[in-house]
């Protein structure tokens, strides 16, 4: 339980804490850069770093910047480029082959080069390089091997070697001239102090000087060790660094923190010691470098030193509290836990469990101190110290160390965790649940296995004496309470899809239990008996190739901590003191463009640019610095910050008109940058400018004016053709008013002809039929009244009268009289002809038949009319319709009155 304590607090200062000191265990960081990586510009003979966190180098083929992660590349000469002074962010000297001069940033922060060397041609067949550029009270010095340049208000003077300079140097603001024969000077008030001759007239070749605070000069010699001059005495020094840097020939030399020396060198890499020459760290290419030879060192504010090398570039974070043992220079394998008893630390790896010796482990040491334990080859999981011996889960079984003799305890295959539950009871996780074991003398003894909990438990985390956490990868975690026979007697399963993240990782400290993951942390809640979030975004200690799901450090002791790695593993050396971790760099824009679909427009401060270009990007970071998110936003855009992220490229597409101020802020674990702004204006498309509102303003006055006059005429002919069309409307309305009064009249007229038509037809009937009654009548009555008259005559022939008169009305009753017919055939002789002509085959009977039909007369009427029955009526209809041709659907009476 302290262990696991110990580690959250491990972690809590790392995250609050940077490197004060240099690491003496383990490898720095080094990050390499092949020649391919930067453009292929050659050898880097100079460094410097900006105040800005902006990285100079002074390459074969020009100026180069590098921010950290683009390149920059400034040439406005021939030759190589060779030395460097950065007087400001923004103004370079510069020292090259046949040439010397100064760069400047313009408005755009690009650099214009002006060259300041008053020859263009060689002076006495000599090719002067300036390997030498240094800034000296008001003066910009700039030396080759034949020359000093001194320039100051625009004037240059020029001052000879004594014989040939070999090297310069400026130190704490002197500046020293080793010339080859005649000894070391110093550049004082414009001309050249002898400090002292070479002893023997031997060139030293003097590599670097260092100046103590008492004033003692440290001279650092290519092979000839190191010197030190103090009143006016030269002499050598044995230190522990001397051996090594007269073997293996210094090329370069810088110092830093007024604690620390560097020496590049030829043929063995980098060795950093501290004042009295003891070896603190030794970097080369069995350690990760491309190559040996160091040709320019600079060590930058941020814990960086930079090499230029014979071969690519590389720095190191030398001041990082954190360093690595690499697999490929120990060949143990992945490192996945570790334990340090004493001065024996434990590795455990996927190829078994090694040692060495805590002291030999520090880097300025060449040898490999790691060496595997016979018996214990295979996969480690866990290392656990146990009173006073080493215990380990191995692939095979759990085991123990004690006094360096190893000892299996149990055989159950795959102990992957172990939990010092009690002074006498210890669990283990294994492939398939939990195993109890009992402590009996100086013996641990297994009891049994824990029931219902089963899976490959990696993590067993006690949270009270009765209850435990474990953790069970792809399956989740369980909280389980227990008798005090270790039965579980309840448990809860929690899914890990509940957690933000990746690989959840479970631990406790004085809070209670916590689960962490790649992304988030979450506190456990008993009286809820929930997890609940207390970091959206947690700020993991930065380690890199982190082997998966290993946030926190394993505590070794109460300064170092264990990661585990993919090809190897790191150590983290606390600090105790809190910190946090500052910035080194200024936030800087670095690329503003706007752009089209066709060209691309730079930007700086204030521009203004055509509205064809209303696309804007912009790249923007905080130099050489790790961990950094970034929030922007764009004012006259939107009101509302991003979200902090590590995207440091932004665009903004289809701008509208007007002024845009983009403001962008930084953040490094909890501390927040100044916010930096970049302000410009889109101006509007011409037809949207002020001048075109005026020019519109006209324009629509104008065509008011004219649209106002065209409207008044407009207004005029429209009455005019509105009054012809209403006279017009007018006359055709009276017209068609008369059209309708007349054809109403036709109507009216029509149905009275129709009427009149029927009542004539009516009244020829009646008259006919009244005609033939009448008759009759009148032939009975004279027929009668002669009859009566013969009687009164003859009274003897009375009797034989009255039957004559009786016999002559029966007759007439019985007689039939076709007078009715003969009429109403001389009323329809028109239609008869007509029909008759249609239909020839139609009989007399038929033609009456369609008569009778045509003027209404129903089939009983038309029956007493024919002396039939109404049902021979009806067929004789049937009848005609067939001769007729009618269709069913067609109705007899409408067709026969059609017939004219």
């Given at each position: 339980m302290y262990k696991r304590y110990f580690t959250y607090f491990l972690f809590l200062i790392s995250i609050f804490s940077g490197g004060q000191v240099i690491a003496e265990k383990g490898i720095p960081f080094i990050k390499n850069y092949l020649p391919e990586d930067y453009g292929n510009h050659g050898k880097i003979w100079e460094i410097k770093s900006a105040q800005n966190g902006l990285v100079y180098m002074a390459s074969e083929n020009g100026l180069l910047e590098f921010d950290g992660k683009k390149w920059n590349r400034f040439r406005d000469y021939k030759g190589y480029t060779r030395s460097l002074f950065l007087a400001n962010d923004s103004t370079i000297y510069t020292g090259a082959d046949m040439d010397f001069g100064i760069w400047r940033k313009n408005k755009f922060q690009k650099f214009d080069y002006q060259s300041l060397y008053p020859y263009n041609r060689k002076i006495g067949g000599v090719n002067e390089e300036f390997w030498g550029t240094y800034a000296y009270q008001n003066q910009i010095v700039f030396v080759s091997h034949q020359n000093l340049y001194q320039y100051s208000n625009k004037k240059i003077t020029k001052i000879p070697a004594p014989v040939r300079f070999f090297e310069s140097f400026q130190v704490k603001g002197r500046i020293f001239l080793a010339d080859e024969k005649?000894?070391?000077?110093?550049?004082?008030?414009?001309?050249?102090?002898?400090?002292?001759?070479?002893?023997?007239?031997?060139?030293?070749?003097?590599?670097?000087?260092?100046?103590?605070?008492?004033?003692?000069?440290?001279?650092?010699?290519?092979?000839?060790?190191?010197?030190?001059?103090?009143?006016?005495?030269?002499?050598?020094?044995?230190?522990?660094?001397?051996?090594?840097?007269?073997?293996?020939?210094?090329?370069?030399?810088?110092?830093?923190?007024?604690?620390y020396w560097a020496f590049g060198t030829i043929l063995n890499g980098l060795y950093i010691t501290d004042h009295q020459g003891k070896i603190i760290q030794h970097l080369n290419k069995d350690k990760g470098m491309p190559n040996n030879t160091i040709l320019s060192l600079h060590y930058q504010k941020n814990g960086k030193i930079w090499m230029g090398l014979d071969y690519g570039l590389s720095y190191s974070d030398i001041k990082n509290n954190v360093t690595y043992f690499y697999n490929t220079n120990t060949n143990f394998g992945t490192g996945y836990t570790a334990a340090l008893d004493g001065d024996s630390f434990y590795l455990g790896t996927n190829q078994g469990l090694y040692s060495a010796s805590w002291n030999a482990m520090n880097n300025s040491k060449d040898a490999?101190?790691?060496?595997?334990?016979?018996?214990?080859?295979?996969?480690?999981?866990?290392?656990?110290?146990?009173?006073?011996?080493?215990?380990?889960?191995?692939?095979?079984?759990?085991?123990?160390?004690?006094?360096?003799?190893?000892?299996?305890?149990?055989?159950?295959?795959?102990?992957?965790?172990?939990?010092?539950?009690?002074?006498?009871?210890?669990?283990?996780?294994?492939?398939?649940?939990?195993?109890?074991?009992?402590?009996?003398g100086n013996s641990w003894k297994f009891v049994k296995k824990m029931k219902v909990i089963l899976g490959a438990i990696n993590q067993i985390v006690k949270e009270n004496n009765r209850t435990l956490w474990v953790n069970i990868p792809n399956y989740g975690f369980i909280r389980f309470v227990m008798d005090a026979q270790f039965n579980p007697i309840t448990k809860t399963i929690i899914n890990p899809k509940k957690f933000k993240g990746y690989f959840p990782y479970l631990f406790k400290d004085h809070l209670g239990i916590h689960i962490l993951t790649n992304k988030s942390e979450y506190l456990y809640s008993n009286s809820t008996q929930q997890f609940k979030l207390i970091k959206k975004q947690v700020h993991l200690k930065n380690i890199n190739n982190r082997f998966t799901g290993f946030y926190l450090p394993l505590a070794l002791n109460s300064e170092y901590g264990f990661y585990s790695i993919h090809n190897g593993f790191a150590l983290e050396k606390t600090i105790k003191q809190k910190q946090n971790y500052?910035?080194?760099?200024?936030?800087?824009?670095?690329?503003?463009?706007?752009?089209?679909?066709?060209?691309?427009?730079?930007?700086?401060?204030?521009?203004?640019?055509?509205?064809?270009?209303?696309?804007?990007?912009?790249?923007?970071?905080h130099p050489h610095e790790t961990a950094i998110q970034y929030q922007y936003y764009l004012k006259g855009f939107s009101d509302d910050w991003s979200n902090f992220s590590e995207q440091n490229e932004i665009e903004f597409l289809g701008l509208r008109e007007g002024s845009y101020i983009l403001f962008v802020k930084a953040k490094k674990g909890e501390q927040i940058s100044s916010v930096k702004s970049f302000s410009f204006i889109i101006n509007a498309p011409w037809y949207r400018t002020y001048w075109s509102y005026f020019f519109y303003l006209l324009l629509l006055y104008a065509t008011f004016v004219f649209l106002k006059k065209i409207h008044l005429k407009r207004l005029a002919k429209q009455k005019k053709i509105f009054l012809e069309k209403e006279k017009k409307a007018l006359e055709e309305q009276a017209e068609k008013h008369r059209q309708e009064m007349l054809l109403e009249k036709q109507k009216q007229l029509e149905l009275e002809q129709?009427?009149?038509?029927?009542?004539?037809?009516?009244?020829?009937?009646?008259?006919?039929?009244?005609?033939?009654?009448?008759?009759?009548?009148?032939?009975?009555?004279?027929?009668?009244?002669?009859?009566?008259?013969?009687?009164?005559?003859?009274?003897?022939?009375?009797?034989?009268?009255?039957?004559?008169?009786?016999?002559?009305?029966?007759?007439?009753?019985?007689?039939?009289?076709?007078?009715?017919?003969?009429?109403?055939?001389?009323?329809h002789q028109e239609f008869f002809k007509a029909m008759k002509k249609r239909f020839p085959n139609l009989s007399i009977y038929d033609l009456r038949l369609c008569a009778y039909l045509k003027i209404g007369l129903n089939s009983k009427e038309m029956a007493d009319i024919f002396q039939v029955l109404p049902s021979s009526i009806n067929v004789s209809r049937s009848r005609l319709r067939k001769k007729l041709n009618l269709s069913p659907d067609e109705d007899l009476y409408e067709f026969l009155n059609s017939v004219e």
């Open positions: 005649k000894g070391l000077y110093e550049y004082v008030n414009n001309q050249l102090e002898l400090l002292f001759s070479y002893p023997n007239d031997k060139n030293l070749e003097i590599s670097g000087i260092y100046i103590e605070q008492n004033g003692t000069i440290i001279i650092v010699t290519r092979s000839s060790g190191i010197y030190t001059f103090q009143n006016g005495k030269l002499q050598t020094v044995t230190l522990e660094i001397s051996s090594e840097i007269i073997k293996n020939k210094v090329f370069s030399f810088t110092y830093f923190d007024e604690k490999n101190p790691f060496r595997i334990i016979n018996g214990a080859e295979g996969q480690v999981w866990t290392l656990q110290k146990v009173g006073n011996i080493i215990l380990f889960g191995h692939d095979s079984g759990l085991f123990e160390i004690e006094n360096g003799q190893l000892n299996k305890i149990y055989n159950e295959p795959g102990v992957m965790s172990i939990l010092s539950y009690s002074d006498d009871i210890l669990l283990t996780g294994n492939y398939n649940g939990i195993s109890i074991f009992k402590k009996e500052p910035f080194y760099s200024e936030l800087l824009f670095r690329k503003s463009q706007a752009f089209n679909n066709q060209e691309t427009k730079d930007l700086y401060r204030g521009s203004e640019v055509p509205y064809r270009f209303n696309n804007v990007k912009f790249s923007f970071i129709n009427k009149l038509k029927e009542e004539i037809k009516n009244k020829t009937i009646e008259l006919a039929t009244k005609a033939k009654d009448d008759d009759d009548k009148n032939r009975i009555l004279q027929t009668i009244n002669e009859k009566i008259g013969e009687a009164e005559s003859n009274p003897n022939i009375l009797k034989l009268k009255l039957g004559e008169i009786r016999r002559m009305v029966q007759n007439y009753l019985e007689t039939e009289d076709h007078t009715f017919e003969i009429q109403m055939d001389e009323l």
